[in-house]
């Protein structure tokens, strides 16, 4: 099944096991799954690596999870 308002395929499992639910949860989840649908076809066309890098660099910066940012060097001076 295709998402008109995002142009990708959502999936949707029901059954006694997934019952089919329409909660705003459910909505921000299945948002959140068609955004990452969408950055991973755009990373798909990037070839070059040190670009992928940068990206993943780019995103961790702005999580704040950078291991530059957070790594601590034992032997600086104060």
């Not at 059954?15 to 950055?39: C, F, K, N, Q, Y």
């Not at 040190?50 to 940012?69: K, Y």
Request: charged share 30%; net charge negative; glycine share 6%.
């Amino acid at each position: 099944m295709d998402c008109p308002a995002f142009g990708s395929s959502v999936t949707i499992g029901v059954g006694p096991e997934r019952p089919l639910s329409t909660s705003l949860r459910d909505a921000g989840a299945i948002e959140r799954a068609a955004l990452v649908d969408e950055i991973t076809d755009e990373l798909s066309t990037i070839d070059n690596v040190e670009t992928l890098e940068e990206t993943l660099a780019a995103i961790r910066q702005q999580r704040g999870t950078d291991p530059a940012m957070t790594d601590t060097d034992d032997d600086a001076t104060e």
